[in-house]
């Protein structure tokens, strides 16, 4: 059995190697994208295994049939860019990948103390040579109330990791998870907003979801409040991030993730004319930090999505379903 690779880094090659021989079987990496122009790379493959940027829309699926390819398995959680209605009707089987939610959750807990200590200004200050405490007293954790929006499985294991810390947590999910309660209170998202000191977003992206932070949710937040992202950044408004903190409304802002981050991040764009505004703007701010789209990043996390890929591919080979299809 062949699998093709495609959008391979470095850091995944070891995986990749210690699979093929675990299943016996071969696998070719390649660094760039699966696209029409290298799809004969996929000729004599039964699978090929993608991540985001593998756009697998009609034209692909059919051009994948027709080089017999047979399963498409994504090293990642998303697959919005894979067509599934389609690759099922032209009977392409398709899988994810997951990994354990405890990496995002602790990133998530270093993003909230950054914001709470000035991480970001006492490193700036300390770079030109400023020791001084100018601006940089800090708020213990203990003193605040946090709150969580979405308590999924993220957003469970965030709950759990701050519950050694003291901080009042409050809750707030369409569906209610017991486990939450050992730890947190729910309430209803006017009344977390209205309390929390801090909050932190957990939600997957959906039409709900989309923009959940605006003028109108932000206005019934506290005034100062600190608002962490490590969940999707359509969630947020740029724009009402940049005039909250512009009017001091928000008073910290930590974000993993970013509207119209993509093409950008988890690239080398050191030489390359950047066309993201609120990106640039966002970056300048002394209380606003953000980082590349990396809390998911482990060497765990890595591991579990090539495993789940080449797994997916060889348990649809030899048994016709697998544990992550679609
Ligand atoms: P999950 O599906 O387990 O949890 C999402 C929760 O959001 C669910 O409990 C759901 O009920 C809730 N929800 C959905 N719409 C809602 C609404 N309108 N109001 C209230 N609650 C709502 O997902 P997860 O695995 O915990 O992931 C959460 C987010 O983190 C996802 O957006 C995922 O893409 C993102 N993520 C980011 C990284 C990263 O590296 N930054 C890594 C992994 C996951």
Do not use: W
């Not at 391979?8 to 210690?18: S, W």
């Not at 409304?249 to 119209?260: P, R, S, W, Y």
Request: negative net charge; contains cysteine; hydrophobic residues 35%.
């Amino acid at each position: 059995m062949k699998i093709c690779a495609f959008e391979v880094r470095e850091d995944e090659k070891k995986d990749f190697t210690h699979l093929a021989g675990e299943f016996g079987i071969e696998i070719t990496c390649h660094p760039g994208s699966l696209t029409m122009d290298n799809i004969s790379i996929c000729k004599g493959c039964e699978g090929v295994a993608i991540l985001g940027e593998s756009i697998m829309d009609e034209k692909m699926l059919d051009a994948l049939k027709s080089e017999k390819v047979l399963y498409v398995a994504t090293r990642s959680i998303g697959y919005n860019h894979i067509n599934l209605e389609y690759a099922k009707k032209v009977g392409i089987k398709v899988c994810n990948s997951n990994y354990p939610s405890k990496g995002v959750a602790d990133y998530t807990v270093m993003l909230i103390l950054m914001s709470i200590r000035n991480f970001k200004r006492a490193f700036l200050h300390q770079r030109v040579n400023d020791y001084s405490l100018n601006g940089l007293v800090g708020r213990e954790m203990k003193d605040l109330a946090v709150g969580i929006v979405g308590t999924g499985r993220i957003g469970f294991e965030v709950i759990n990791n701050l519950s050694g810390f003291g901080c009042r947590m409050m809750a707030y999910d369409v569906f209610e998870n017991e486990n939450v309660k050992k730890y947190a209170e729910y309430v209803s998202l006017e009344t977390l907003y209205e309390h929390s000191d801090v909050i932190t977003f957990h939600l997957n992206l959906n039409e709900s979801t989309y923009h959940m932070v605006n003028d109108e949710s932000l206005e019934k937040m506290k005034d100062g409040v600190i608002l962490i992202n490590c969940a999707r950044g359509e969630i947020m408004n740029n724009e009402t991030l940049i005039r909250g903190i512009e009017n001091g409304k928000i008073g910290g802002l930590a974000l993993d993730v970013l509207e119209n981050e993509e093409g950008i991040y988890h690239h080398d764009k050191k030489s390359s004319i950047l066309k993201n505004r609120d990106m640039a703007y966002l970056r300048q701010f002394p209380n606003v930090v953000l980082t590349p789209h990396i809390a998911f990043y482990t060497d765990k996390a890595v591991s579990s999505m090539v495993r789940c890929a080449v797994e997916g591919i060889y348990d649809f080979s030899t048994t016709g379903t697998c544990k992550t299809q679609l």
